[in-house]
């Protein structure tokens, strides 16, 4: 049970854009920037997997599953794919590129200046551009602030996975918009 009466019984942040619907509109606005704009570099899937990642390391449960079910979708891989690249992304076959951009999306998560030169010029060498650096940063930093907004409430997550994964192909069609959750 969420920390606050939210009127509602959406799950995690579904339930807090109800509450306040003010919000709703810039935050999916945002969301739908960095996630689904079509000009963009990194697909639907690798953009997908920087905020499950970082969710991951923030502990969200409801993000990094509603996430990592729209990565796996994208990326036509299954949960347990998306687990194994959450609990240690060097030993997967991600391409060294995606490597090196979730290395910097890692150290956001502890903290801006965390992040490292040396990580832009691993990120630079492996192909990586400015803006995908760019973006990398600002949907490791969006995340953070979600994920501190889901679990700062107390939302409630559905605990089965299945949940998130049977509702990513419609997710992914029809993006963040509130009425795809109501």
């Not at 739908?32 to 920087?50: A, V």
């Not at 891989?77 to 910097?104: G, R, V, W, Y």
């Amino acid at each position: 049970m969420a920390h606050i009466k939210l009127n509602n019984e959406l799950p995690g942040i579904r339930g807090l854009m109800a509450y306040r619907p003010e919000t709703e509109v810039p935050l999916n606005a945002l969301v739908e920037l960095l996630l689904r704009d079509d000009n963009n570099t990194l697909t639907r899937g690798e953009r997908e997997l920087i905020g499950t990642y970082v969710s991951y390391l923030n502990d969200c449960f409801f993000c990094q599953n509603v996430h990592g079910a729209l990565a796996g979708h994208y990326l036509n891989c299954n949960i347990e794919q998306i687990d194994s690249i959450k609990h240690n992304f060097q030993s997967t076959d991600l391409s060294p590129k995606m490597k090196a951009l979730l290395s910097i999306a890692a150290s956001v998560q502890k903290g801006g200046k965390n992040v490292t030169e040396e990580q832009i010029e691993a990120a630079r060498t492996e192909g990586a551009t400015d803006v995908e650096i760019h973006d990398t940063v600002l949907i490791a930093a969006s995340f953070c602030m979600f994920n501190r907004y889901v679990d700062g409430l107390g939302t409630w997550a559905p605990q089965d996975r299945q949940f998130y994964v049977d509702r990513a192909p419609r997710r992914a069609e029809e993006g963040y918009q509130s009425s795809v959750y109501n």
